[in-house]
């Protein structure tokens, strides 16, 4: 039965996209913070499938936390998700992500839109200047920066290794970091946001 069902969830996702990202395509014209509000209509619209097709549901704790300005969010990347939830849980954010997602057909095309910093992981020191320089810009904006610090995806229970870029855009923008953990490989996922962290200048 979960086949089936992660298989109808599938295709409902697909056929959504193709059509979604084909409709949002002239917004490429509007102000970022507009674009972004109907951009993540697809979001929230993945996140309904995934109730009415899989029975998928969860609950936030430590709403609380979440601050008002403009932050670096620093979660847990476990699986797709939580890239849905965390665009209807906090508010509006951008993504820091490799540059070669963008490249995809239709979903990268609709990522580029929702103006993600996407870097070139090989680029090495200058990655990381454009990491501030662009975070800068976006927080400067009202966007909340979103970071998975270890840069892909990681199984329940096991650790990556932490890279430094959330911890580098924190200290050289001055912008607290947000930690958030997450149990998305379960049935009834929830998600924990933690007090707001600064960032100590010599970090």
Not at 48 to 77: A, D
Not at 87 to 108: D, S
């Amino acid at each position: 039965m979960i086949v089936i069902r992660s298989l109808i969830y599938t295709i409902g996702m697909w056929l959504f996209t193709i059509v979604f990202t084909t409709a949002i395509l002239p917004t490429i014209i509007l102000p970022r913070r507009l674009r972004y509000i109907l951009i993540t209509g697809w979001a929230r619209s993945m996140l309904w499938w995934l109730r009415v097709s899989c029975g998928l549901s969860y609950r936030v704790i430590g709403r609380e936390n979440i601050p008002q300005q403009p932050s670096i969010l620093l979660c847990k990347h476990q699986s797709a998700w939580e890239t849905l939830a965390l665009q209807q849980i906090f508010p509006p954010q951008v993504w820091v992500l490799k540059r070669e997602l963008l490249w995809i057909p239709f979903f990268g095309w609709g990522l580029a839109l929702a103006s993600p910093i996407a870097i070139n992981r090989a680029a090495g020191r200058e990655a990381l200047k454009q990491l501030v320089s662009k975070g800068k810009e976006r927080l400067q904006q009202g966007f909340f920066v979103v970071i998975f610090p270890e840069g892909t995806r990681i199984a329940p229970g096991s650790r990556g290794k932490y890279h430094i870029g959330g911890a580098w855009l924190a200290t050289h923008t001055k912008s607290l970091a947000v930690p958030i953990a997450h149990n998305a490989v379960s049935t009834g996922a929830r998600i924990h946001s933690s007090n707001a962290l600064a960032p100590s200048p010599s970090a």
